[in-house]
C-alpha cells in the first residue's frame, strides 16, 4: 500500500473546531471513511502528537494524517500536450484549462490530463497528496474551462491550500445560465452535500456543508438566458452547478443538474459553460498577491453569438 500525507497549519485565529471537521474542510477530496480509518489507526497527530477525531484544535496548530491507498501500478508520466500557461514561477503554475481535460488522472481517464501535461511542461511537482495527482491543489470539473493552480513544490502546496481552506483567495467564474434572473444580485448560501439518491452528484440539503455562491448579472439575452459572473466563498463539489440550479437557472449544457436541450433547440451548446474568469492568491512565499484572469474561451463566445445579441449589464 502506499501512503498519502496530509498536513495542514490550521490558520491562525481560526476557531477551534473538531479535528476530523477541520481535515473534512481542508481537503474536500478525501472521504471520511478514509479519515476514519486513518484516526482509528492513530495515524493522524496534532503537533506530533496523536488524537482522536473529536480532538478540538485552534489556530495555529499543525495537524498531520497518514493514509493508505493503493499504490498506483503507473504513476503519471509526462506527456507533451498543449497548455496555456498564464503565471508561472519556481514554485508554482496557473493555467488557463481547456474544456473536456480532465484535472488529474483518475478511474476511466486516459494520459490527457492537466498532470500528465504539467508533469512534462513543468519536469516535476509536489509531492504533497495522492501519487496520481501530484500538485494539485484544488481542482475544476473536466468541462468547466478557466484558471487553476498548480504547486512545484511541497512548501508552495501547503502555502496554497491554506490559503484555499483559509478562504484567502477570491475565485470568479462566468456562468451562461437558463432563463433570466428576477434580480440583478444575489446570493445563495445553501448547504451542499450528496444527493440521497443519485450518489454522483451532489445537492441543496440540510445537512450538508457550508457553502456560499454570489452572483451578478452580467449580460442578458432577452428571457431565455443570461451570464452571470459568480463569486465561491467555499469550494464544494459541483458548487456554482448546484447552486444555480437550485435558484432554478441551471448552467447551458448541464444536463445532471437540470438544463433541457430543448429549452434551447436552435442553440448548439457543446458542453457544461462554465468558465474560471479570475484567480487573486497570496503567493505562497509571502512576496506578493497574484491576481490573474482568463478570457472567455471561443466555445463561450459561440454559444452567446448563438443565442443573439446581448444585452450588457
Known amino acids: 500500500m502506499a501512503e498519502r500525507v496530509l498536513e495542514y497549519r490550521v490558520p491562525e485565529g481560526a476557531a477551534s473546531a473538531r479535528a476530523d471537521k477541520i481535515f473534512a474542510e481542508a481537503f474536500d477530496d478525501v472521504s471520511r471513511a478514509r479519515l476514519q480509518r486513518a484516526f ?7 503537533d506530533g ?10 489556530g ?3 495537524l498531520r494524517a497518514v493514509l493508505d491507498e493503493p499504490s498506483a501500478e503507473a504513476a503519471p508520466r509526462p506527456v507533451d500536450l498543449p497548455l496555456d500557461i498564464v503565471y508561472e514561477d519556481e514554485a508554482l503554475v496557473v ?3 481547456a474544456p473536456g481535460m480532465v484535472t488529474h488522472p483518475g478511474s476511466g481517464t486516459g494520459e490527457d490530463t492537466l498532470v500528465h501535461a504539467l508533469l512534462h511542461h513543468c519536469g516535476a511537482l509536489s509531492g ?5 495527482r501530484p500538485g494539485i491543489v484544488h481542482r475544476l470539473d473536466k468541462e468547466t474551462s478557466g484558471l487553476i493552480v498548480v504547486a512545484k513544490t511541497d512548501a508552495a502546496h501547503h502555502g496554497l491550500a491554506a490559503a484555499f481552506s483559509g478562504r484567502e483567495t477570491y475565485k470568479r467564474y462566468a456562468a451562461l445560465v437558463l432563463g433570466l434572473p428576477k434580480r440583478s444580485s444575489g446570493c445563495c448560501a445553501e448547504p451542499i452535500g450528496r ?3 443519485v450518489r454522483t452528484r451532489m445537492a441543496v440539503v440540510p445537512s ?16 431565455r438566458a443570461a451570464r452571470l459572473g459568480c463569486v465561491i466563498h467555499t469550494g464544494r463539489t459541483h458548487q456554482i452547478r448546484v447552486h444555480l440550479s437550485h435558484l432554478g437557472h441551471p448552467l447551458l449544457g448541464d444536463d445532471s443538474y437540470g438544463f433541457k436541450p430543448a429549452r434551447l433547440p436552435d442553440v448548439a451548446v457543446p458542453r457544461v459553460m462554465l468558465h474560471a474568469t479570475e484567480l487573486r492568491l497570496p503567493h505562497p512565499s509571502g512576496s506578493k498577491e497574484l491576481r490573474l484572469s482568463a478570457p472567455l474561451p471561443g466555445d463561450f463566445l459561440q454559444v ?3 443565442l443573439g445579441e446581448g444585452s450588457v449589464k
Do not use: Q
Request: net charge positive; aromatic share 4%; proline share 6%.
Open 128 to 132: 504533497v497528496g495522492a501519487p496520481d
Open 60 to 62: 495555529g496548530a499543525l
Open 40 to 46: 482509528d489507526a492513530g495515524r493522524v497527530t496534532l
Open 95 to 97: 493555467v488557463n484549462k
Open 304 to 306: 452567446e453569438a448563438e
Open 208 to 223: 450538508g456543508r457550508s457553502a456560499r455562491t454570489d452572483w451578478n448579472l452580467e449580460r442578458t439575452f432577452g428571457k
Open 49 to 58: 502528537t496523536v488524537i482522536p477525531k473529536r480532538a478540538k484544535v485552534g
Open 195 to 197: 444527493h440521497p439518491v
